[in-house]
């Protein structure tokens, strides 16, 4: 079997971000499929590597998450077209598994099926255009009415629908009742990430030593509203809490976050540049809880975030500021809490507790871990998809 996989944003673990698409096709790879995959990089020419048995073609699409949304959508557009070429230079294909976002990635699927024959599956990380639309970022009445027309279209022709969370196969079945939808979350990869004591080492070279450490990891962008941390932050300096609050990542709204810190002198906040997987696992090593942040947005409750399920694999504590799947786990799992952003005196409350009792904070620590060894492993959620391709 030949799997033409379509990512505009394939990542690896030393690239480090959202490497979904590296454990899917590589587990594809490892149990006998021919993986050819279409993604984009941003130099100026057409590479093709193997990557552990994967052949990946970059295209040139420079992409930044800085970039603003009619640039966004120009890269969006030279992706489709490109991607679209590349695939009819591809022989022997069995079926495209195509990711999202942006949804213009379904568009690409829908014309290789009707060129090439051969059936999509289309996997959806999150609802767009509805979570732009929310955001405030697409306001125009005719480019949101043409883009959920598109989005039915897609929906409508792919033969397969794969969901990254019960929310989103929600939102997709309320649309196309019809269509039957499956489920497969991101992943815990439990065989790297793993609980550990903490290193005095890494504590003495993070300057943390003795403090309660909270860390983001991730997209800093609008959707994010790290603003909710920092008001944390605020509210635990008054408490005279001795947290320490890390920002590991990069995004559009970094600039403005760090002058917010610098403006309200908020000396518990720390930010790092993105780190790859290797360099994430020594931060994670002295974090005590991870925080998963979303504006308060409905449609972004949806969201399957990958920060959570390393710091499941990695044994952390669980923050949430959004209601939704995440919130239903930490709290039926105790492996975490969510708090009112709009209260950040709730943050404090909450806190204090695993602060004062080390027990309690290293029994929520195992209960994530213990959620991400039976409910998120990556071996599980390949065996879906090979399920769903089979």
Not at 57 to 67: Q, R
Not at 80 to 86: I, N, Q, S, T, V
Not at 267 to 285: D, E
């Amino acid at each position: 079997m030949k799997v033409l996989y379509i990512h505009q944003y394939f990542r690896t673990p030393d690239e480090g971000g959202a490497i979904r698409s590296y454990y899917l096709a590589k587990g594809m790879v490892d149990n006998g499929i021919e993986v050819e995959l279409i993604t984009s990089h941003n130099k100026k020419y057409e590479e093709v590597k193997n990557v552990e048995g994967i052949k990946v073609h970059y295209l040139p699409v420079f992409y930044d998450n800085t970039l603003g949304f009619v640039k966004r959508l120009k890269a969006f557009y030279k992706f489709m077209r490109l991607a679209r070429k590349k695939a009819r230079a591809i022989k022997n294909i069995d079926v495209c598994y195509a990711t999202s976002t942006p949804l213009t990635i379904g568009i690409s699927a829908m014309r290789i099926k009707k060129e090439l024959q051969i059936p999509y599956y289309f996997e959806v990380r999150d609802m767009w255009p509805e979570a732009p639309v929310q955001m405030g970022v697409i306001k125009s009445k005719w480019l949101k009415l043409y883009l959920e027309r598109l989005e039915k279209k897609v929906y409508q022709n792919a033969d397969k629908i794969v969901a990254l969370s019960p929310g989103i196969k929600e939102q997709i079945a309320s649309r196309q009742p019809s269509k039957v939808i499956e489920v497969i979350p991101n992943m815990s990869d439990i065989d790297f990430f793993k609980p550990e004591p903490k290193d005095p080492e890494l504590e003495e070279y993070f300057n943390v030593k003795g403090k309660t450490v909270v860390s983001y990891f991730g997209a800093i962008g609008l959707a994010n509203h790290l603003e909710y941390l920092l008001a944390a932050a605020n509210a635990s300096l008054k408490a005279n809490l001795q947290v320490e609050f890390l920002i590991i990542g990069m995004g559009s709204q970094t600039e403005r976050l760090k002058y917010l810190v610098k403006h309200f002198d908020l000396t518990n906040v720390r930010f790092f540049k993105f780190q790859n997987k290797h360099n994430l696992k020594r931060l994670l090593n002295v974090t005590d809880a991870a925080y998963v942040s979303f504006a308060r947005k409905p449609i972004l409750e949806t969201n399957s975030p990958n920060k959570f399920f390393d710091a499941l694999a990695s044994g952390k504590l669980i923050i949430t500021n959004t209601k939704g799947w995440v919130k239903d786990i930490c709290e039926q799992s105790s492996c975490g809490f969510y708090y009112d952003p709009n209260k950040p005196e709730d943050f404090v409350k909450n806190l204090e507790p695993f602060i004062h009792n080390k027990e309690q904070l290293i029994d929520f620590q195992l209960n994530s871990r213990k959620v991400g060894e039976t409910q998120f492993s990556k071996s599980a959620q390949i065996e879906k998809l090979l399920a769903i391709l089979k």
